[in-house]
């Protein structure tokens, strides 16, 4: 199994320094390792995250678990691991939880690493000094920052209230562990982001899933592979944000959206009645409406005209493909 990790590596001068961190980094490297996953071309997300999907995870108990971001793995019949001493090893998805974003994997073989510690994402704060590190060892590890805690928003109908955004960027974030001053586990690494600071410079960076949103979901993630907490209502709609209005910029095919006959282009004004004018604001209502199955009343800017539509909301895991039981 080919590794493309080795066609690139961070710069001696960017790498983590022993002096800066008081954990084994070494040992911490070994804890991280390669996904690949092979996706059905009928899955529900082939379309749009395709069907081979290449990243990290990290292994986080003895018995061979391995966290990783929920994308690289989601519907996936084929997982493997690749160690940094480059053992190849089989695995299965056991869950993936799309409110968080993460996603678990079963090594089928005995994995001998030491597992990384869990950390307490809570208590990182902007300006931290953190490690940022897929697989591959030092030359796949960065030195990096905290440059912002704050909410984020996704087109996918996806909300963080406190993800935690890192600069510079890993070249391969998708699933990388982001460890802290102690060695310890405080995030997932899940997309490349650029934003404009407050004055008005472009910062390219990293989004992180808080480590801290593992442990209220982890229990029912291992016994039932999915959380077992309501599910937010969900459109099937892929909303942008455009000069401070919410556009239709793309619908799931066979979706609630699509079923309701929202077009792509429509402008978004309110939902259930309530003004909104950001992606954040129009999950907050549509999810404090009820869970799936609830009727989500949409205000709709189309052809000059304003029209109400009400969308039949769904489970979007029932469009999914669940992970197989071994």
């Known amino acids: ?52 999907r290449m990243g990290n995870g ?25 160690s940094n001493n480059g053992d190849a090893i089989p695995a299965h998805v056991v869950a993936y939880d799309h409110n968080t974003g993460f996603g678990l994997v079963q090594a089928l073989t005995k994995i001998t690493t030491p597992p990384m510690p869990l950390g307490d994402s809570s208590e990182a704060e902007t300006g931290d000094l953190v490690v940022l590190a897929g697989h591959g060892g030092p030359n796949h590890a960065l030195s990096a ?59 390219d960076g990293n989004m992180i899933i808080p480590i801290e949103l593992l442990s209220p979901i982890i229990d029912d993630l291992l016994k ?47 939902v259930a009645g309530e003004p909104v004018s950001d992606l954040a604001a129009m999950l907050r209502k549509t999810w404090s409406l009820g869970s799936t199955g609830v009727e989500v009343p949409l205000s709709i800017f189309r052809d000059n005209e304003i029209t109400d539509v009400s969308v039949a909301s769904s489970d979007r895991m029932l469009h999914m493909k669940a992970p197989k039981i071994h």
């Open 1 to 52: 199994m080919p590794d493309e990790s080795v066609e690139w590596e961070i710069p001696l001068a960017n790498q983590p320094k022993a002096d800066e961190f008081s954990f084994d980094l070494k040992a911490a490297y070994s804890a991280i390792y390669a996904v690949r996953s092979e996706v059905p071309e009928d899955a529900f997300t082939a379309k749009v995250l395709g069907t081979e």
């Open 58 to 82: 990290v292994l986080i108990s003895t018995d061979g678990l391995v966290l990783t971001a929920g994308y690289l793995i989601a519907e996936a019949e084929t997982v493997w691991l690749l």
């Open 145 to 203: 920052w905290i440059a912002a805690k704050r909410e984020f928003a996704g087109y996918w109908e996806y909300l963080l209230d406190a993800a935690i955004f890192t600069t510079p960027p890993h070249p391969n974030w998708g699933g990388a562990a982001l460890i802290d001053q102690d060695g310890k586990l405080i995030g997932i690494g899940s997309l490349f982001i650029q934003q404009v600071d407050e004055y008005d410079t472009q910062v």
């Open 224 to 270: 039932f592979g999915k959380s077992q907490q309501p599910q937010h209502p969900w459109l099937g709609a892929y909303i942008a944000e455009s000069d401070e209005q919410l556009v239709v910029a793309g619908l799931a095919e066979g979706g609630p959206a699509e079923n309701a006959k929202i077009e792509v282009g429509d402008i978004i004004l309110a």
